[in-house]
């Protein structure tokens, strides 16, 4: 499985806002954007002449970076999406938020979208009964996805359980208490919270 594995502090740099890739530490003072909220590298602080074809890029390396994809990956995705009817950009942002490693995060199962993609490809998650170790498949509504018995007794586990307080979105139904959680219902634009500008990604791939 083909992944990032550099510093992912060094991400959120690059973007200029925080991505929460690392959890509890995006909420410290310990997050290097606290203090080097500037582009790593030797031409970091330099200005930076942004053109409109840079503001593309840029919004599409974010929401990229954000759901973990490599660049193959998005590009499928945005395939996906070009294909299915309706608003290319916010069909683009559903199919992201319904993939089984967000899903978990969103439950919160897990501190951060690496972690859930690490329970997932551990084999400690079913979907609708059956163990799916695939992080990229896709939920539908009405699909419920459940930790394995297993799991629920790990201590990263509990420790999520009782520390994280992250509001899970309208379009998800989540039981801490059984760790289970349930699409309610197909996310739409106003309930995603990604600050993301998904016309401009969409611009981007148009040319």
Partial sequence: MARYTGPVCRLCRRERTKLFLKGAKCDSMRCPMERRPYPPGMHGRGRIRESEYLIQLREKQKARRIYGLLEKQFRSVYAEATRRPGIT?????????????????????????????????????????????IPSYTLRKDDVLELRPKAKNMIVVRHNLDTIDRQVPAWLDASTSEHRASVRDLPIREQIDTQVKEQLIVELYSK
Wanted: net charge positive; glycine share 8%; no cysteine.
């Fill in 89 to 133: 950009g916010e069909t683009l942002l559903q199919l992201l938020e319904l993939r089984l490693d967000n899903v978990v995060f969103r439950a919160g199962f897990a501190s951060s979208r690496n972690q859930a993609r690490q329970f997932v490809r551990h084999g400690h998650v079913n979907v609708n009964g059956k163990r799916v170790t």
